[in-house]
T-cell receptor
Framework: AQSVTQLDSQVPVFEEAPVELRCNYS??????LFWYVQYPNQGLQLLLK??????LVESINGFEAEFNKSQTSFHLRKPSVHISDTAEYFC????????????FGSGTRLLVRP | DADVTQTPRNRITKTGKRIMLECSQT?????MYWYRQDPGLGLRLIYY???????NKGEISDGYSVSRQAQAKFSLSLESAIPNQTALYFC??????????????FGPGTRLTVL
């Protein structure tokens, strides 16, 4: 079975500071990795995903995540956050042989302060 | 217009009542899902459907049932609502036929409160 751990339930940070949201996973088989973002009162939107190839993946709004197979991690980073990045971020995995089934972490609430 | 819509967006009901949450999509996707979100627990899969005739239980299906009325419609029912079913419910879709099979697209959610 797969599991996803997001150790930080909330991360407060000042505007323009860097941030890292941590995600570790457990799986006996190869997986795909995802970060979803949930803005207040909205559904989830895909932020970025790792399927294969380069272990560093980027989003259009400046976030990046690096797949580290040896550490089974997929941490999300941004060098300079904006107030508008305030949201809840979910890490998720799916088995490569059953990619329809997403397993979510418990989420990390990013709170960006002016 | 939103690609995945859910109705109602908010619902307050009483213990023992039957409730139906509806989901519609215009993405042409064949796969549809129902999740519930609870604070500190992330999202958990209730049911999923690969097409109109293929419905499967997720990890927390007890107390719920679903109906796939058409490729574009997937309803979730609580036959006899109980307070611990108070949660935020999300519908999602993915498209094996369209190539979007690695990404799920979520609706805006339904906030359900059972008193």
């Amino acid at each position: 079975a797969q599991s996803v751990t997001q150790l930080d339930s909330q991360v407060p940070v000042f505007e323009e500071a860097p941030v890292e949201l941590r995600c570790n996973y457990s799986s006996s088989v190869s997986v795909y990795l995802f970060w979803y973002v949930q803005y207040p009162n909205q559904g989830l939107q895909l932020l970025l995903k790792y399927l294969s190839g380069s272990t560093l993946v980027e989003s259009i709004n400046g976030f990046e995540a690096e797949f580290n197979k040896s550490q089974t991690s997929f941490h999300l980073r941004k060098p300079s956050v904006h107030i508008s990045d305030t949201a809840e971020y979910f890490c998720a995995v799916s088995r490569m042989d059953s990619s329809y089934k997403l397993i979510f972490g418990s989420g990390t609430r990013l709170l960006v302060r002016p | 217009d939103a690609d995945v819509t859910q109705t109602p967006r908010n619902r307050i009901t009483k213990t023992g009542k039957r409730i139906m949450l509806e989901c519609s999509q215009t993405k042409g996707h064949d796969r549809m899902y129902w999740y519930r979100q609870d604070p500190g627990l992330g999202l958990r899969l209730i049911y999923y459907s690969f097409d109109v005739k293929d419905i499967n239980k997720g990890e927390i299906s007890d107390g719920y049932s679903v109906s796939r009325q058409a490729q574009a419609k997937f309803s979730l029912s609580l036959e006899s609502a109980i307070p611990n079913q108070t949660a935020l419910y999300f519908c999602a879709t993915s498209g094996m036929t369209s190539g979007d099979y690695n990404e799920q697209f979520f609706g805006p959610g339904t906030r359900l409160t059972v008193l």
